[in-house]
Every structure is written in C-alpha cells, then in structure tokens.
C-alpha cells in the first residue's frame, strides 16, 4: 500500500468523502494532526445494520412521511417489516434519487421518466440534503463512538470539517452547484464564502484511481510512462478514465484522454430483468405488479450477485411454496431462468462498457495502455468480471481489480485525492468560452453567409453576430481573453455581464453557434459592478459612445472550473478628496470579492439560464 505524507497545516481537521451512489453509499474519513501520517478509515457502522459490522456501504434509499419529513433512510429504510409500516403510514419510498440529477447529456441512454419518481413537492435537492444530513449524523456517531474522548473531538472539529464530494464523469458545474447546495441545505457546512470553501468535489473516475494508488493495485504493476484505464462500475453510472504515469517516485499522473462516463450500472441489468418478467408473465396470475416487485428485489439482492455463466441455471423466490405455473417455469415458489436468459440481461452493459473502453483506446492513441483496472460495487459481479476480462485480453489489454472491498474505492479515494493530489493534469470534456461578435469581413465566405444579419457598432465598425470564442482548458491552467462593450449612454456599461458557454461537439475549435446549436449551452452567468471605472468619450460617425474593456478569465482548479471577469479601475482625477478614493477602495474590494465569490465553481448564486436570448450585454471582440 503507497504510504501517505505527513500532514504539513497547522491545525487540526477532518477530511469526510461521501460517495453518494445510485444503489449504495458509503462515507471515509480522515483525522489530520500536523506532522502526523493521515490514517483513512471507513464508516463501517449504520443504524439498522449493526448486524453488520464492518460492512462500509449502505443503500441509497428513504422512506418519507406524507408531511414530507424523512421517516427512515440508508439501512433503516430496509428493515425486515418496513413495507408494511410504509402501507400503514403511507409512506413514500425513494430510490435511484442521484440520476434525477444528471446533465441532460446522458439522457440518450436513460429517460428520466424512465426513474423512479420523486415525491411530491420534494426536489432532487432535496433529497439529496436529507440523505447528506443522514450520512452526515451517521459519521458524527460512528466517529464519537470509536475515538476516546469522541465528544470532545467531534466539539473541536466540527467547524473544521472538509467534505469532499464525488460525482461521476459526466457531471459538470451545473450538477458540482447543486451538490454544494444540497450540502448547505443539509447543514454539512454554513451558507458562507468559507462554508462553500470547505466542499470539494472529485470524479469517481478520479476517485477510484487513487484508491487503486493506495491499495498498491496501480503501482504495483505499473512503470515510468505507463498508462492505465480505471472503469468505475457502480449502480447508476460506468466511469471510463486514462492516465498516465509520468513518475512513480515521486508519483505524478496525468490525465490523456476524456473521462467518459455511461449509464449502465448494475440498475440497467434489473431494469433488463424487470422488463423480461413482465413480458414472460404477462397471462400469468404471477405477472402483477407486486409479484413482479418482490421477485426483482430478489434477484437484485441474491440471484444477480452468484450469478457466474450461461452453463447454470438462477432462480427467483417469491411468494409461497403453493405458488406454481408450468407455462412460465414458476414452481414452488421459484421461477427458472436459463444461463443464457440471465446473460441476456448483462450483455447490454457489457457491450456499452466494451465500446465505451475502445473508444478510450482511440482517443488515446498517442499513450499505449496495456493495463485496466475495475472497481465499484458492479465489479463484484463475477460475470461481468469474467467476460470483461475475456473480451479485454483479445485486444491486447489485461483487467485487474482489487481483491476486496471494491465498493468503497470511491469513498476511501475522496479522502486520498484531498490528502494527495497527484493527478497534475486533466483534459477537459468542454469546450468554454462567450458568445460574441466578429469584424465583418467581405471576402471571408464564412462572413458572407451571413452577411444579413451584420450591424454596425457604435464604433462605426460592421461586424457579424453569432460567433463564438472558446477555448480548451487544462489542469490548473488560467486563459483569460480581453473583450470589449461599447454604448452610446455611459451608464450603460455600468454593469458587465456574460455567459460562459459551454460546447461539447466534435470540432478543435468552433467558431459558428449556428451550425451546432443543439451543442451548445449556457453554463452560468457573470455579472461585475464596473460603475467606478471612468467612461472615456470616443467618436463615431454618429456621435458620442463609450467603451468598456474588460477581461474573462477562467480557471481549472482540481476538478472544478472557476469564470471570473476583471477589469480595470482608476480614480478619475489625482486630486480626488482621500474619504472618496478610500471610499473607492472598499468598494473596489467588496466588488471584487463579491465577483470571487459569484464566480467560484461556476456557479454560487450564479443565475443559470438555458437560453440564449438572457445575455444582458452584447459580448463582442475587440479589434
């Protein structure tokens, strides 16, 4: 196992890593005291699985009261007895909440009226807070109940808590915006600067490769410029990534290609099961809902997980002894499922994985990667290991995972990528830039195509709308690119705002948004107090403008994106009295800070729109 560094602040914290999945959760954490080696240890203790001890995850589900209050979550939510209380009290179940969440790109391979629904009047928000706050009391027990002198620990630690949060691949700072809420909204930290400062987010791709770090499983096997792909299959999501390993010692690693993330998690299998029974017991008197219910809770919890190949035979209990139909191979109480039928069920998100991995190989082509390592609770499953590792070895690619507990990879790696961030460069799956307009140029075909919807600024230039400037951004890099607004009233460039717009087709460098419209999307919007800087009078052919300059910059932290905008601003004269150039100064401080904290993330009370038409000053280039 890769050792940790001694922790080098100055004061004590604890680190707490959530992994909130699609079927199941788990939580790690560590304790860090200056100059001491940080020790990751898991939540191995829920109420309601004390039965259980050392078992690190528990499921993602909630029952609510008909006043919309949680009545029981995690492990609780699926004691013996629970679903007849729930009848009795009109409870409302809720499973799969976190794919109510996912960027609408994703929907191309689940329909969100395909999930289980949410309950009325709640939102995705708020159930993920009430599932935070659950995780978050349970973390509270299970470390004040294991540490001597636990209360008076958890007292000096409380307001020093870091969370680091994981999502999959495939979601973005809409999704980061709303997770962070979520956590103000389940209490984890305060609605602050300093609160939002303590939430960090991980992708599980990234995640898990640290956990395979840790456990010894990567650089065991891997050497000085060596690439590997870590496939995350959990509930919900499949996360695909590829990094390289510029050194071993001291280690750095380097993202290559894309992360890529699908939606065929080990929930698409029942899915494919479900819709089997219902069609094999549709003449049935097995076929109603409640029996097709109570035979796909059982082969979720025992016949999925035995199940090795198409050469044996499963079977799903449900109901009585008594029950019994020939035409459909009930007897007994148990319905008999052929090897080949059960294959049938997994193929699907085997052949998408596959594909998802060879398209990995493509995009990185440049670094030859011989090794894939497999994680998450769904690489348990000895049939999808098994032909993986079967279908993998004919292109040349060997498949490894851990040999246990793969399902808190994700939760134990949170708390390593805060401890250790050894990943120094990432290849971003967006594209992010503005909106803007270009000089119109006659002899440009591009411009000609265009030529009616030309106008003329007050500059007296022509130019042509629609354009659009972006550009790639990489791990822990700023790009900043000036613009500039002109107005005919001074007051009007008194605010500055623009939308970052993100593009996610297959162009290097987009120009036109007309061609690709269904491409790009308004991630958030910026807006900057510029009412201190002096408008300068320019001249046109039709009078008096002024201009505004100003800058957007934009900043790839770890896993996050930051939009900032900058400008520059001056007293008006030199003799201004001291009380108003002081007075500017605050100003200046608190706009800029303000700016700070509306920009973090790409999102804290960011207004997010979903249309174009909400730019409130035309973003042009300058020339």
């Given at each position: 196992m890769t050792s940790l560094r001694p922790y080098q602040g100055l004061v004590r914290k604890l680190v707490v890593a959530m992994d909130i999945g699609t079927t199941f959760s788990g939580v790690s954490y560590a304790i860090l005291d200056p100059g001491e080696v940080p020790k990751i240890q898991g939540v191995t203790r829920f109420p309601g699985q004390e039965n259980a001890a050392g078992d690190s995850k528990i499921p993602s589900i909630l029952y609510y009261r008909p006043d919309g209050t949680v009545h029981s979550a995690g492990a609780e939510a699926a004691?013996?007895?629970?679903?007849?209380?729930?009848?009795?009290?009109?409870?409302?179940?809720?499973?799969?909440?976190?794919?109510?969440?996912?960027?609408?790109?994703?929907?191309?391979?689940?329909?969100?009226?395909?999930?289980?629904?949410?309950?009325?009047?709640?939102?995705?928000?708020?159930?993920?807070?009430?599932?935070?706050?659950?995780?978050?009391?349970?973390?509270?027990?299970?470390?004040?109940?294991?540490?001597?002198?636990?209360?008076?620990?958890?007292?000096?630690?409380?307001?020093?808590?870091?969370?680091?949060?994981?999502?999959?691949?495939?979601?973005?700072?809409?999704?980061?915006?709303?997770?962070?809420?979520?956590?103000?909204?389940?209490?984890?930290?305060?609605?602050?600067?300093?609160g939002r400062d303590r939430v960090h987010f991980v992708t599980e791709g990234e995640a898990s490769l640290h956990f395979c770090i840790r456990s010894g499983l990567a650089t065991e096997s891997v050497r000085d410029g060596e690439s590997v792909m870590i496939v995350d299959a959990g509930g919900g999501t499949v996360d695909i990534s590829s990094y390289k390993f510029v050194?071993?010692?001291?280690l750095s690693v380097e993202e290559i290609t894309t992360a890529d993330c699908i939606v065929q998690g080990s929930t698409r299998v029942n899915a494919q099961a479900k819709t089997f029974l219902q069609e094999r017991l549709k003449n049935s008197p097995y076929g109603n809902e409640e029996d097709i219910k109570a035979m796909v809770d059982y082969f979720n919890k025992s016949t999925k997980p035995i199940f090795k190949d198409a050469s044996e035979q499963s079977y799903i209990k449900f109901g009585s002894m008594g029950c019994n139909d020939p035409k459909v191979k009930i007897r007994?109480?148990?319905?008999?499922?052929?090897?080949?039928?059960?294959?049938?069920?997994?193929?699907?998100?085997?052949?998408?994985?596959?594909?998802?991995?060879?398209?990995?190989?493509?995009?990185a082509a440049a670094h030859r990667i011989s090794t894939v390592f497999l994680v998450g609770g769904f690489a348990a499953s000895p049939w999808l290991y098994t032909n993986l590792q079967r279908t993998l070895k004919t292109r040349g690619l060997s498949l490894?995972?851990?040999?246990?507990?793969?399902?808190?990879?994700?939760?134990?790696?949170g708390v390593s990528f805060y401890l250790a961030h050894v990943v120094s460069a990432r290849i971003m799956r967006t594209t992010f830039g503005v909106n803007t307009s270009t000089r119109y140029k006659a002899n440009?075909?591009?411009?000609?195509?265009?030529?009616?919807?030309?106008?003329?600024?007050?500059?007296?230039?022509?130019?042509?709308?629609?354009?659009?400037?972006?550009?790639?951004?990489?791990?822990?890099?700023?790009?900043?690119?000036?613009?500039?607004?002109?107005?005919?009233?001074?007051?009007?460039?008194?605010?500055?705002?623009?939308?970052v717009v993100g593009y996610r087709g297959p162009k290097h460098?987009?120009?036109?948004?007309?061609?690709?419209?269904?491409?790009?999307?308004?991630?958030?919007?910026?807006?900057?107090?510029?009412?201190?800087v002096t408008k300068v009078p320019r001249y046109g052919p039709r009078g008096i403008y002024y201009k505004q300059h100003y800058s957007v910059v934009l900043i790839c932290g770890p896993t996050e994106l930051k939009a900032q905008i900058q400008w520059t601003e001056e007293p008006r004269l030199a003799s201004d009295p001291p009380t108003l150039l002081a007075r500017r100064a605050r100003r200046l401080c608190a706009l800029r800070e303000e700016v700070r904290k509306s920009a973090s993330a790409m999102e804290h009370k960011l207004t997010l729109f979903e249309e174009y038409s909400v730019v409130v000053v035309a973003i042009r280039r300058d020339y």
């Open positions: 004691l013996p007895g629970i679903e007849l209380e729930a009848e009795d009290d009109q409870l409302v179940f809720v499973e799969w909440f976190k794919l109510h969440l996912r960027p609408e790109t994703l929907d191309s391979e689940i329909k969100r009226r395909d999930l289980p629904p949410l309950p009325e009047g709640k939102t995705v928000l708020d159930v993920f807070a009430d599932f935070m706050n659950y995780l978050f009391n349970c973390t509270k027990r299970f470390v004040t109940e294991t540490h001597a002198s636990g209360e008076s620990l958890w007292t000096s630690l409380e307001d020093r808590i870091e969370f680091v949060l994981s999502h999959p691949n495939g979601w973005e700072g809409l999704q980061q915006s709303k997770m962070r809420q979520a956590a103000i909204m389940a209490g984890l930290v305060p609605d602050t600067p300093s050194s071993t010692s001291p007994r109480g148990q319905l008999l499922l052929s090897g080949p039928e059960m294959e049938s069920f997994y193929q699907p998100s085997l052949d998408a994985i596959v594909s998802a991995v060879e398209e990995q190989e493509r995009a490894s995972r851990p040999d246990s507990h793969t399902n808190k990879a994700v939760a134990e790696g440009d075909p591009e411009h000609a195509a265009r030529v009616k919807t030309k106008f003329v600024r007050p500059s007296g230039k022509w130019v042509i709308p629609g354009a659009y400037s972006g550009t790639r951004v990489l791990g822990d890099e700023e790009k900043s690119r000036v613009y500039h607004s002109q107005a005919y009233d001074a007051h009007a460039l008194d605010t500055m705002t623009t939308s460098k987009p120009r036109w948004r007309d061609l690709e419209p269904e491409s790009y999307a308004v991630l958030c919007t910026i807006s900057a107090d510029t009412s201190g």
